[in-house]
């Protein structure tokens, strides 16, 4: 059975980080590719905001403009997100998930805020 469990969101003034774990149970990174995902206030759907592959590729919509940076720790099965420079628009509930997601394995989420 699979569970994810995301963490370390928060508010944040513009400008601020913020880094968000996922541990994940019942998933194999190694045959996985993992994303982190965000659903904004009044939004139908959630946005892919990072892609991991197996072999450690990476890839993130270029409106983010490098900002976010997803990473793996497969030894602790946590998928981490740095984002940097948050701007008031990343204000969302953020979601890790296999890529493409399969809909019973989205977590709780962890809200991110983003205001002066």
């Known amino acids: 059975q699979v569970q994810l469990v995301e963490s370390g969101g928060g508010s944040v003034q513009p400008g601020g980080s913020l880094r968000l774990s996922c541990v994940a149970s019942?998933?194999?990174?190694?045959?996985?590719?993992m994303g982190w995902y965000r659903q904004a206030p009044g939004a139908q759907g959630r946005e892919l905001v990072a892609r991991l592959t197996t072999a450690g590729g990476t890839l993130y919509p270029s409106s983010l403009k490098g900002r976010f940076t997803i990473s793996v720790d497969k030894a602790a099965n946590t998928v981490w997100l740095q984002m940097n420079r948050l701007e008031p628009g990343d204000t969302a509930v953020y979601y890790c998930?296999?890529?493409?997601?399969?809909?019973?394995?989205w977590g709780p989420g962890t809200q991110v805020t983003v205001s002066s």
């Open positions: 019942g998933i194999d990174f190694s045959r996985n590719v």
């Open positions: 998930n296999t890529q493409p997601p399969l809909r019973e394995n």
